[in-house]
């Protein structure tokens, strides 16, 4: 084995089009970065395209393997804008009819929450604090979500009279079962990062001061692997919500197959063979 030191790894910012969003690729990750600290990253009128931007450029972007979503300071997200529900509503908003709010919600939900499920790459979402109401759907609408031990998730519905968006009723009734996800939207109560991961709404609970690192080194392990696998695993997995078992395993089978044929899977043999990491290049 070479003791050659390895390589610094370089980052490119990308630009959003506001300081409300950072976004950075490194190593073939996509960092994501909800910037409003002072508000625990609440989403806004600036914050909300930029973030449904973002998750557009970065599922296509061929140079990025993997979107890992974050908060900047210690939050994730609060979820929307209370104080723009009360005295300080927008004013074009008040204007629309009713099947126009319809319509504009929902466009926005499939361009967020469902533009980010839909995403054919592992997503990761870095919790170093509180993910509610909408923030706690985004969390949920990605693959995997690490949490900071003083991290806690909460619908937070209830606490404004709502009944939920972005699909979250959905999300998390898949993540921890109807009952649980039923006392979770009923009650708003605060899920502490220990009992999230116990009821499957976290896969990790790390520390404070080692999430950011943790959560880095998961997606850029996950960047290194073979992405038409990962792919095509994804498919399985969202398959598996909707079809019938017999039909799960044929499409399954089929995949299978398409990769056997594959560039990658080749490399992968080999370098299991040769007892070495195998260098993946997505063919």
Not at 115 to 124: C, D, G, M
Request: proline content about 3%; glycine content about 6%; charged content about 25%.
């Amino acid at each position: 084995m070479s003791d050659a030191p390895m390589a610094a790894s370089t980052e490119t910012k990308i630009d959003t089009g506001t300081d409300e969003l950072l976004c950075a690729i490194r190593d073939r990750v996509a960092i994501i970065t909800l910037n409003r600290p002072e508000v625990r990253n609440a989403l806004s009128d600036t914050l909300s395209p930029a973030l449904r931007s973002m998750i557009k450029t970065c599922g296509e972007n061929a140079n990025v393997n993997v979107l890992l979503i974050t908060g900047a300071g210690n939050a994730f997200c609060a979820g929307g804008n209370v104080k723009g529900m009360g005295a300080h509503r927008d004013e074009k908003k008040l204007a629309m009819s009713f099947d126009d709010k319809v319509a504009d919600l929902q466009e926005r939900q499939r361009l967020l929450t469902g533009a980010l499920a839909s995403v054919r790459k592992p997503t990761i979402a870095a919790l170093p604090g509180p993910a509610v109401g909408a923030g706690l759907a985004i969390a949920m609408a990605c693959d995997i979500r690490i949490a900071a031990q003083s991290a806690f998730v909460s619908t937070g519905y209830l606490r404004v009279a709502l009944s939920g968006d972005y699909g979250i009723a959905w999300l998390l009734t898949r993540l921890v079962g109807t009952a649980r996800a039923r006392e979770l939207m009923f009650t708003a109560e605060k899920v502490d990062a220990k009992r999230a991961e116990a009821i499957g709404l976290v896969n990790r609970v790390v520390a404070d001061d080692a999430l950011q690192d943790e959560a880095f080194a998961l997606a850029r392990s996950l960047a290194e692997g073979p992405t038409l696998a990962l792919r095509y695993m994804t498919d399985n997995l969202d398959e598996a919500l909707s079809f019938d078992f017999a039909t799960a395993r044929d499409q399954e089978a089929e995949r299978l197959v398409r990769l056997s044929a594959t560039a990658d899977h080749r490399e992968a043999v080999q370098a299991f063979i040769d007892k070495r990491k195998p260098m993946f290049r997505g063919k």
